[in-house]
């Protein structure tokens, strides 16, 4: 028999595929002796075999029933016994956390006759009323789909009746009566009892749990961060505890360091007298943890005791949900803590210096994302800004756009490519659409557990909550702050790193992470200043050293791709160790446009030569300084590769021009030659350039294109040598699906490069090598390798080739629909596909390397920037990545971590 169910003793932390996270958490603390409800977990295997199936498989009721059975005999209580009832929560939880995502059912077990168990246990009649009056509100909206309205507004009408403004102000007559409502709402909208059997309400509520895992707004997070869709989501059932037993009940939310900054501490939120979810929504206002502190010492002294233990245990953040009943803590939940970008690099570095890890392990703590997160521009301090409120700095960046109201309006705007922002009072799951398409989200309620900061840290989106002074209408659409009004469609700027809200637009500046990397650390310190300097310099030096030691580690080199002296510049600044993608055709665009028109159209020796003579001059001087910029590192320069057509004048407009002289009956020498221009353009075009006459095909087309490029390498090359330089030029074919190709360019190369040489009195060693960007080149390696010392796989055209898809166009135009569908989960654009791209550079690797052992291998397609297909590169063994200049330091980090997460490093 599959075992479907596992109690809490039985389970462990690395057993989150199984349990989900939350199940293994809550079994690890159980484990080493934390006070955790006991409770069981039925796993992902269920859910799969259920969605599979679409009904609950049978030995699934059974493992239920004996793991309840166990549950019970512990306890010494039956589910809804009506003397003394046991109660559970059904709680989901995925092996990814997908926080108000799925769904929860508190109080399962209350009844007619165990409602009355309930008050005999707890001795307070209204609590047991309310709870039941919770059940069924839940009940009603997660398992019976009933709307979650209805409910509320019975609830808010019978405050009115009784003329009263919260909940707890209703006697236990008022919730009895409110029951009996809602069992009423629950017939008319269901067409069936509210069941009174517990064990149907348990059932029912696993299934619900298992449902709520394909929900829409489930899929739509699930897509966003890139959660498979077929994993599945276990269920925790927990012995129900109670916090909302009175002034000495309440629960909350805590982490052992701030989340936001990584300052160790105790950093937390808690509602006294109050239910599990009431926290995590936002609902009402919470105290802080020093408020529970004199509220009850002592469960405040056990809580400290428990975060301490965990973190000892975890060896990490953690962030922990609690609930006191009546004086007695209990431990809900805990998991490694989500955090901001700046948090994870500082609670990195604290943690190795209380050498509770190593570097090693600090570097597997934090990712190329959070670092291209802290390279964002902030506010300038310095700017004068309009100051409307501060709330709680939830999640960094600095965030301008025009103020909305809901979600709704959130999409249509920013699909009109407006910056937005998004205001409410405080967000649930049916925000997240809109919480996508903002730029920054601000909330008026809810803490740094409220579901916009936890949401919106995941996401990496600038938020701002609890701004209590914005009174926030979302009907009217305005923010009012005393006399001020802020309406839909207006400017602010929220600053997620200070709480701060500004009217209008704010200036943003360079972040200091960004200094560092450009100036390097000292001069980055030193221009720190203001109230945040200390831990704004604790960031920077943390980033230093894990970037540091991500260089150490790393095997893999990091390369630029460059086109201009200037981005070699900041390249190398950014720690580039070479240029592995000189793009040359960006060099003739502009002016010099026609000069490459002329040459493809020359139809003499004489024309050519002319045209080529022009060019030399222009484009040695392009080398010459790209060389002495990367003086000493290699330096990849690719011969001309785009499609003909974007140097000659667009077809439409041509044709256009012509016909109108015709009709004109305009002569003359510039007539003519638009015609003739006309004539030579319809004969090259092409139906699908991006597969005709580009690359080296070009090359061996155009008579003297690629030999005026090689020649001014090789003079460049020469001058820099001449002028004391270290030039390390290497020319690179493109587009070449065969070896003949590259035979036919290489003779053709060593004997200008020998010519240079001979005439300027210099040696010269310009390597000459292939990109690999066609599956033929690929699966010929060892043939290419044969004419070629070096492979740089150009991965983007590996893609479109591969794949079929044609790189300009398909991106916007289906891949939402087949991220959809589930054909691709991330495109191949982005993230390389290993399973077919990939194999194929597995293919050319191994293959070239057994043809010429000293073969270097690089990759300079957009995926040699990108975090996770880094560590595919230094999986199958390349030499080098290269990228955008920005994302050069993203690819050192990652390169590190590809390091140490395969055990490659020995500098522990
Ligand atoms: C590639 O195809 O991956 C590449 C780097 O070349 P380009 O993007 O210029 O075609
Ligand atoms: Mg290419």
Not at 15 to 44: H, Q, S, W
Not at 226 to 231: A, N, Q, V
Not at 856 to 878: K, M, N, Q
Request: glycine share 10%.
């Amino acid at each position: 028999m599959a075992t479907y169910v596992y109690d809490f003793s039985e389970g462990n932390k690395d057993l989150k595929d199984l349990l989900g996270g939350k199940g293994a958490n809550l079994a690890e603390m159980t484990r080493i002796g934390l006070p955790v409800p006991p409770g069981f977990t039925i796993t992902t295997e269920a859910c799969r075999a259920y969605m599979a199936s679409g009904h609950l498989p049978p030995e699934l009721r059974v493992e239920v029933t004996m793991a309840l059975r166990r549950l019970e005999d512990s306890l010494g209580r039956g589910l809804g016994d009506f003397h003394d009832p046991l109660l559970v929560s059904v709680r989901s939880g995925a092996k990814f956390s997908m926080p108000g995502m799925m769904d929860t059912v508190l109080n399962i077990g209350l009844n007619d006759a165990s409602v009355q168990g309930l008050t005999k246990f707890s001795g307070d009649e209204r609590f047991a009323w309310d709870s039941y009056r919770r059940l069924i509100q839940m009940f009603g909206k997660t398992v019976l789909d009933i709307d979650g309205d209805l409910f509320s507004h019975a609830l808010d009408d019978m405050k009115k009746a009784r003329g009263v403004a919260a909940d707890t102000e209703l006697s236990a007559g008022d919730l009895h009566e409110l029951v009996d409502q809602f069992k009423e709402i629950v017939r008319e909208q269901s067409g069936r009892e509210f069941p009174q059997h517990p064990r149907e309400q348990l059932d029912l509520a696993i299934t619900a749990v298992f449902n709520s895992w394909n929900t829409d707004r489930a899929r739509l997070y699930r897509r966003r961060e890139r959660i498979p869709h077929d994993l599945g989501t276990a269920v925790n059932v927990v012995s129900m505890v109670f916090g909302n037993l009175g002034a000495d009940s309440g629960t909350g939310v805590c982490f052992t360091r701030d989340p936001a900054t990584g300052k160790s501490g105790v950093y937390g939120d808690y509602l006294p007298n109050a239910q599990g979810e009431d926290v995590v929504a936002g609902i009402r206002n919470t105290l802080s943890l020093a408020d529970l502190e004199r509220l009850d010492p002592t469960s405040y002294a056990e809580l400290r005791a428990a975060m301490r233990t965990l973190e000892t245990h975890y060896r990490d953040l953690c962030d922990i949900e609690f609930t006191i009943e009546r004086g007695k803590l209990w431990m809900l939940q805990t998991r490694v803590g989500k955090r901001t970008a700046g948090a994870a690099f500082r609670i990195a570095t604290q943690l190795v210096d209380e050498h509770l890890i190593t570097m090693d392990e600090a570097l597997q703590r934090v990712s190329g994302a959070q670092l291209s997160n802290l390279m964002f521009p902030q506010f300038d301090s310095e700017a004068e800004r309009d100051l409307l409120a501060t709330g709680m700095a939830a999640s960094p960046g600095a965030a301008v756009g025009q103020a909305v109201f809901d979600s709704a309006t959130a999409q249509e705007w920013a699909a009109q490519g407006k910056d937005v922002i998004l205001v409410r009072r405080e967000t649930n799951p049916d925000d997240l659409g809109g919480m996508i398409a903002a730029v920054g989200v601000l909330t008026s309620r809810g803490g740094k557990t409220s579901h916009a900061a936890v949401v919106a840290r995941g996401m990496g989106t600038t938020c701002v909550v609890g701004a209590e002074k914005l009174d926030v209408d979302v009907v009217a659409r305005r923010i009012r702050v005393g006399k001020r009004v802020v309406a839909e469609g207006d400017t602010i700027a929220i600053d997620g790193s200070t709480g701060e809200i500004f009217v209008g637009a704010v200036p943003v500046v360079p972040s200091p992470v960004v200094q560092y990397l450009e100036e390097g650390l000292d001069v980055a310190l030193g221009a720190l200043h203001g109230d945040d300097a200390d831990q704004t310099a604790e960031l920077v030096r943390a980033v230093d050293r894990i970037l540091t030691h991500a260089d150490v580690v790393r095997r893999l080199r990091v390369h630029a791709n460059a086109d201009t002296a200037d981005d070699a510049h900041r390249a190398r600044l950014w720690g580039a160790q070479g240029i592995g993608l000189c793009r040359t055709e960006h060099m003739f665009l502009g002016e010099r446009r026609v000069l490459i028109e002329r040459l493809i159209l020359a139809t003499t020796d004489d024309e050519r030569t002319a045209a080529l003579d022009a060019l030399l001059p222009l484009q040695r001087a392009d080398f010459v300084d790209l060389l002495e910029q990367m003086d000493g590192l290699p330096t990849t320069i690719r011969l001309i590769d785009p499609p003909l057509h974007e140097f000659l004048p667009d077809l439409t407009a041509l044709s256009v021009k012509v016909a109108l002289a015709d009709e004109r009956g305009e002569t003359g020498e510039d007539v003519e030659r638009d015609r003739l221009l006309l004539a030579a353009v319809q004969r090259m075009h092409e139906a699908n350039p991006m597969l005709g006459l580009r690359g080296v095909r070009l090359g061996i087309v155009i008579p003297g294109l690629f030999a005026l490029q090689i020649r001014a390498v090789a003079e460049a090359a020469a001058q820099r040598l001449a002028d004391g330089g270290r030039p390390h030029a290497e020319i690179m074919v493109p587009l070449a699906a065969s070896v003949m190709e590259l035979h036919l360019v290489r003779d053709e190369a060593e004997q200008i490069i020998a010519d240079v040489a001979r005439e300027q009195g210099v040696e010269l060693h310009i390597p000459i090598g292939a990109m690999i960007e066609l599956p033929r080149a690929a699966l010929t390696a060892d043939r290419m390798a044969g004419a070629a010392e070096f492979f740089s796989f150009g991965t983007n055209d590996l893609t479109q080739t591969t794949w079929g898809f044609s790189r300009d166009d398909v991106e916007g135009a289906f891949f939402a629909e087949y991220t959809e569908k589930g054909v691709i989960s991330v495109s191949p654009f982005e993230t390389i596909d290993r399973r077919g791209v990939g194999r194929l550079v597995r293919i050319a690797v191994e293959e070239g390397r057994a043809a010429r052992p000293e073969l270097t291998l690089g990759v300079c397609g957009e995926h040699g920037g990108d975090p996770e297909s880094v560590h595919f590169f230094h999986e199958v063994g390349l030499d080098y990545v290269s990228c955008s200049p920005f994302r050069v330091p993203v690819a050192r980090l990652e390169a590190g971590r590809a390091a140490v997460s395969t055990g490659g490093s020995d500098t522990r």
